[in-house]
């Protein structure tokens, strides 16, 4: 059974981090591309950073890039998604994502709100 679980997420000031993880079940995580989505009331699902599964090589949406990184670890199978200098906008609900060829998987998600 597969099984994408997210966790990590809360209430945060603006300016503050905080350390997105999904934990991973029922597949062989280390041929997965990870990716980090997130979705904002009103507004279509975005993606925010990839990680592929060999080399490692990372993306990112032009809004995050410099303030989050995401990482694996595969021998946990676990994908992390460091924010930091969080703004307003960055709130939303955040999913993580498991990609290799016709498979996709997707997690429940775990919303982030930014306020002060």
């Known amino acids: 059974q597969v099984q994408l679980v997210e966790s990590g997420g809360g209430l945060v000031q603006p300016g503050g981090s905080l350390r997105l993880s999904c934990a991973a079940s029922?597949?062989?995580?280390?041929?997965?591309?990870m990716n980090w989505y997130r979705q904002a009331p009103g507004k279509e699902r975005e993606l925010v950073a990839g990680?592929?599964?060999?080399?490692?090589?990372?993306n990112y949406a032009d809004s995050v890039k410099g303030r989050f990184t995401i990482s694996r670890d595969n021998a946990k199978n676990t994908v992390f998604l460091q924010m930091n200098s969080l703004k307003s906008k960055d709130t939303a609900v955040y999913y993580c994502?498991?990609?290799?060829?016709?498979?996709?998987?997707w997690g429940q998600g775990t919303q982030v709100s930014v306020s002060s």
């Open positions: 994502d498991a990609l290799w060829g016709p498979y996709k998987y």
């Open positions: 029922g597949f062989t995580f280390r041929i997965y591309t």
């Open positions: 990680i592929r599964s060999a080399v490692g090589s990372t």
